[in-house]
């Protein structure tokens, strides 16, 4: 059966499965920002993860009046590409000596997240409305939505700040 707790036969399968895994993949996001947050040394990059941290938890919230919409259980399903891109962080930011330096490696692999999210909730939006579960299609745009505004606020926040004082 591989990764997966049930084989995947139906376009359902797949969906529930997709659902999971994001559900998976946040619950693991509040785990990692509270350690960048203790590890973040640039004050504006600090709050950005502490206000991420907050929208992730209301996320989660979302997701389980997903699950509860679609009469399913909220539960996730082990993300391997999440668990890859946080691990990767995490031997990146160990490696790097220098605090803003290792800022700027916290806001890329912050990053490296969000377009992770970005991908899973745009093809779930997609996927609700072709299945006919329209019912859960605004909670999903709305993640959506502050995925992206949190990937615009820290690309911002790169360019005028930490990625230029890494590169001083």
Not at 3 to 8: D, H
Not at 109 to 137: C, D, F, N, P
Not at 138 to 163: F, I, P, R
Request: charge should be negative; hydrophobic fraction near 40%; aromatic fraction near 6%.
């Amino acid at each position: 059966m591989g990764l997966f707790t049930s084989p995947i036969k139906t376009m359902d399968d797949l969906y529930l499965h997709t659902l999971q895994d994001i559900y998976y993949a946040e619950k693991q996001i509040t785990k990692a920002l509270p350690v960048m947050i203790g590890k973040a040394t640039n004050p504006a990059l600090k709050r950005a993860f502490e206000k991420h941290l907050g929208e992730t938890e209301k996320q989660i919230t979302r997701l389980d009046e997903v699950f509860s919409a679609l009469g399913e259980k909220a539960k996730g399903t082990t993300c391997p590409a999440i668990d890859g891109i946080i691990k990767e962080a995490n031997e990146l930011i160990s490696e790097c000596d220098d605090h803003e330096v290792r800022d700027a490696a916290m806001l890329a692999a912050a990053q490296a997240v969000e377009h992770y999210e970005i991908t899973r909730y745009g093809t779930l939006i997609s996927w609700s409305k072709q299945l006919g579960k329209t019912k859960v299609v605004k909670l999903l745009e709305q993640t959506l939505a502050e995925e992206k505004a949190t990937d615009e606020k820290l690309t911002q926040l790169g360019e005028t700040n930490v990625n230029k004082k890494a590169a001083a």
